[in-house]
């Protein structure tokens, strides 16, 4: 068994499911085309496929919804990075967009 990811027109991931290749194959869940295998590991295409990712066929990865503006997409993790790290203090922060600052919760 495997994970596949239904994708729609605009490559954007629908669905998840648990299958074998030939029942992909065979058109009981649509055109195989709009199936890509994800990895449930995320050892291959990136990520895991979840819903509202997009399926970049040239990068042949699943791409994460983009979480700010701001953000901008790591070309070797398809992760989207802030435009200021993380602090590393060991206190919780969250992303403020307006001022593109961590800011402690």
Request: a negative charge.
């Amino acid at each position: 068994m495997a994970h596949f990811a239904e994708i729609d027109a605009n490559n954007c991931v629908k669905r998840t499911i648990v299958a074998e290749q030939d029942f992909i194959n065979s058109g009981a869940v649509g055109d195989s085309f709009n199936w890509i295998q994800t990895s449930y590991s995320g050892s291959f295409r990136g990520h895991y496929a979840g819903e509202g990712f997009t399926y970049d066929k040239s990068r042949d990865a699943f791409i994460p919804p983009q979480p700010h503006l701001s953000w901008t997409l790591n070309e070797s993790t398809y992760a989207w990075d802030p435009p200021v790290a993380y602090p590393d203090d060991g206190k919780s922060y969250t992303w403020d967009e307006a001022q593109l600052a961590w800011v402690e919760m």
